[in-house]
């Protein structure tokens, strides 16, 4: 069975300092990777999403990026924090199209990033 | 465009008594139609899908949706609320003109009182 892993599970940086946060899948190869954005009493929003290495969507323009070093591996990065990065951080997968139909999405159990 | 809309923000019933949670989606296409749920803390837990198939579809944890297409709906429904499904609910709307995005409500908080 497939199994999605995110990590730290929590984070607490100042402003400025630089962010990496990683997702790493289990289980599937050539998954679509997802980085989606929570903050707080607001839905999520799709920050970025990769359908192979080295190939990075990105939907919102803003401070973090994205990268892919490995088929199952998906890192969301910044230089320099800004206090409204704070949120809740979901990765997720999924299989990819078949036959033209959108397949489901599969969540990680998130980041909790506090910017101060 | 595609777009869902969750008609409550805030649903509080009493512990046995019936759940719905509802869901209203506009699409140019014949859409998918997802509910996750989310416990505080957590990340998304899919409880079910539509994907033309069969109307009325039947998730996890005694939780069914039925997709109306006359009323581009697609409400949550579960006979007898128990402690454990106070979260919060998504709706969610998937185009297959829009390739790997899914559209997002905006949460429905389920209270449920003992």
């Known amino acids: 069975s497939q199994t999605i892993h995110q990590w730290p599970a929590t984070l607490v940086q100042p402003v400025g300092s630089p962010l990496s946060l990683e997702c790493t899948v289990e289980?599937?190869?050539?998954?679509?990777l997802y980085w989606y954005r929570q903050a707080a009493g607001r839905g999520l929003q799709l920050l970025f999403y990769?359908?192979?290495?080295?190939?990075i969507s990105s939907e919102v323009p803003q401070n973090l990026s994205a990268s892919r070093p490995q088929d199952r591996q998906f890192i969301l990065s910044s230089k320099k924090l800004l206090l409204s990065d704070s949120g809740f951080y979901l990765c997720?997968?999924?299989?990819?199209?078949?036959?033209?139909?959108?397949?489901?999405?599969?969540f990680g159990p998130g980041t909790r990033l506090l910017v101060l | 465009a595609q777009s869902v809309t969750q008609l409550d923000s805030h649903v509080s019933v009493s512990e046995g008594t019936p759940v719905l949670l509802r869901c209203n989606y506009s699409?140019?296409?014949?859409?998918?139609l997802f509910w996750y749920v989310q416990h505080p803390n957590k990340g998304l837990q899919l409880l079910l899908k539509?994907?033309?198939?069969?109307?009325l579809v039947k998730g996890i944890n005694g939780f069914e949706a039925e997709f109306k297409k006359s009323e581009t709906s697609f409400h949550l429904t579960k006979p007898s609320a128990h402690m454990s499904d106070a979260a919060e609910y998504f709706c969610?709307?998937?185009?297959?003109?829009?390739?790997?995005?899914?559209?997002f409500g905006s949460g429905t908080q389920l209270t449920v009182l003992p």
């Open positions: 997720a997968w999924s299989a990819g199209l078949a036959g033209g139909i959108q397949e489901t999405q599969y």
């Open positions: 289980g599937t190869s050539n998954p679509n």
């Open positions: 990769s359908v192979g290495i080295g190939q």
């Open positions: 699409s140019s296409y014949s859409p998918s």
């Open positions: 539509y994907t033309s198939a069969a109307t």
């Open positions: 969610v709307v998937s185009d297959p003109g829009s390739a790997r995005q899914l559209t």
